[in-house]
């Protein structure tokens, strides 16, 4: 079985995260990507009440079979560390490095080197990265770089962070987020006070 684990706040979770899931299954031949939002995460603030952005993600991820969700990091509370998750999930399945992967956005590459036990990490799986525009590789420490495998897919210019900012200032994020994650968004109100 070879499992992809794709980690973050998904405040919401958009098009692009749904895309770069798609298109790097079809690419690498996972048998699954999980998606696993972090209960708090330790690189970011603002977001979202954890429930809301639990039931968004169920929304946006329904009806893939190539999809799961991954509540461990919820259900463990406090910090959510990407080496513990990966550790459990290497155990419970009893995968080695050729066939567990975890996906990360270029923005969050900057601050790998800061995260707890990134050589570890880099150790135990394989950390394949999708570049966002702005990317520089001349940034990233040299001891991560030799160890990553970027993502042969497009680039989409999407974030959490813009859909956010937009539905506060009134703005459609229509085409930005599954139709069904952004009736959710309204029923509740959620980022009004967010950008």
């Given at each position: 079985m070879k499992v992809c684990?794709?980690?973050?706040?998904?405040?919401?979770?958009?098009i692009g995260h749904l895309l770069i899931a798609q298109t790097i299954c079809e690419v690498e031949a996972f048998d699954k990507i999980m998606f696993i939002p972090a209960y708090e995460p330790p690189h970011k603030i603002f977001t979202s009440p954890v429930e809301?952005?639990?039931?968004?993600?169920?929304?946006a991820i329904a009806n893939n079979p190539n999809f799961e969700l991954c509540d461990l990091e919820i259900k463990r509370k406090g910090i959510s560390y990407s080496i513990d998750t990966i550790n459990y999930i290497k155990n419970q399945f009893t995968l080695d490095k050729p066939e567990l992967f975890y996906l990360m956005g270029s923005d969050?590459?900057?601050?790998?080197?800061?995260?707890?036990?990134a050589e570890e990490?880099?150790?135990i799986c394989q950390v394949i990265v999708a570049v966002r525009p702005g990317f520089k590789p001349s940034e990233i420490q040299p001891w991560v770089l030799k160890k990553i495998q970027f993502a042969n897919i497009p680039r989409f210019e999407i974030s959490s962070t813009t859909i956010r900012s937009r539905w506060t200032q009134g703005k459609t994020i229509r085409y930005m987020v599954p139709l069904d994650v952004w009736d959710y968004i309204n029923k509740?109100?959620?980022?009004?006070?967010?950008?």
């Open positions: 684990l794709f980690g973050g706040t998904f405040d919401p979770p958009h809301h952005r639990l039931n968004m993600l169920k929304i969050s590459l900057s601050d790998f080197h800061t995260w707890k036990n990490i880099l150790n509740q109100n959620l980022f009004q006070n967010k950008k």
